[in-house]
Nanobody, 123 residues
Framework: QVQLVESGGGLVQVGGSLRLSCIAS???????MGWFRQAPGKEREFVAT????????YYADSVKGRFTISRDSAENTVYLQMNSLKPEDMAVYYC?????????????????WGQGTQVTVSS
């Protein structure tokens, strides 16, 4: 069983940066980790993912070059560094863990989810 708790969301101006953290209660060294987001009235969408070995990462086109996913296995923590934030990045961001090899952009492949953290981008 893995429990995930996100933090680091908040209010930021357009062009600003935030770093989201996701702390896991159990070991996540053999889990793929992902970040997803959901804006009001929209479906949950994929943002970024890291394979269990952290050897591979993959990003949604909308965030590529601006966001970076990383993980600290010793601290059981996954991060999402978000730079050059845009109004369309505003959403609730969720951390997820999936017990599978490789990478996945599909939320259905992830077994555990955090409660989410709100990111608000003001113009």
């Amino acid at each position: 069983q893995v429990q995930l708790v996100e933090s680091g969301g908040g209010l930021v101006q357009v062009g600003g940066s935030l770093r989201l953290s996701c702390i896991a209660s159990g070991r996540i060294s053999n889990y793929a980790m992902g970040w997803f987001r959901q804006a009001p009235g929209k479906e949950r969408e994929f943002v970024a993912t890291s394979s269990w070995s952290a050897g591979s990462t993959y990003y949604a086109d909308s965030v590529k070059g601006r966001f970076t996913i990383s993980r600290d296995s010793a601290e059981n923590t996954v991060y999402l560094q978000m730079n050059s934030l845009k109004p369309e990045d505003m959403a609730v961001y969720y951390c997820a863990a999936g017990h599978f090899a490789g990478l996945s952009t599909s939320p259905t492949n992830y077994n555990y989810w955090g409660q989410g953290t709100q990111v608000t981008v003001s113009s």
